[in-house]
Nanobody, 116 residues
Framework: QVQLVESGGGMVQAGGSLRLSCAAS????????MCWFRQALGKQRELVAG???????DYAASVRGRFTISRDNAKNTINLQMNSLKPEDTAIYYC??????????WGQGTQVTVSS
């Protein structure tokens, strides 16, 4: 079992920045991939950014160049630095982890609101 706890959400004006963090506990040594999803009101949940244990990253086209995902393996934490935020980035952001067995775990989500 893996437990994920997100933090860092909030409200910011367009053009501003926020930093999200996700701390993993439990069987965190079994995690091979972690990522951030988001879900806006009335829309499907979408992948925002992901990172594997080697540090290889991937981003959705809509956030590439503005968001940066990073991980601290020693602290079992990933971060999402979000710059140049837009109103369309408003959503609940969820942390997700996947273990080497394929099991997936979700955090409880953190709200990000960007005002115009």
């Amino acid at each position: 079992q893996v437990q994920l706890v997100e933090s860092g959400g909030g409200m910011v004006q367009a053009g501003g920045s926020l930093r999200l963090s996700c701390a993993a506990s439990g069987s965190s040594s079994s995690i091979v991939f972690m990522c951030w999803f988001r879900q806006a009101l009335g829309k499907q949940r979408e992948l925002v950014a992901g990172i594997n244990r080697s540090g290889t990253t991937d981003y959705a086209a809509s956030v590439r160049g503005r968001f940066t995902i990073s991980r601290d393996n020693a602290k079992n934490t990933i971060n999402l630095q979000m710059n140049s935020l837009k109103p369309e980035d408003t959503a609940i952001y969820y942390c997700r982890s996947q273990t080497f067995t394929g099991a997936a775990y979700w955090g409880q989500g953190t709200q990000v609101t960007v005002s115009s």
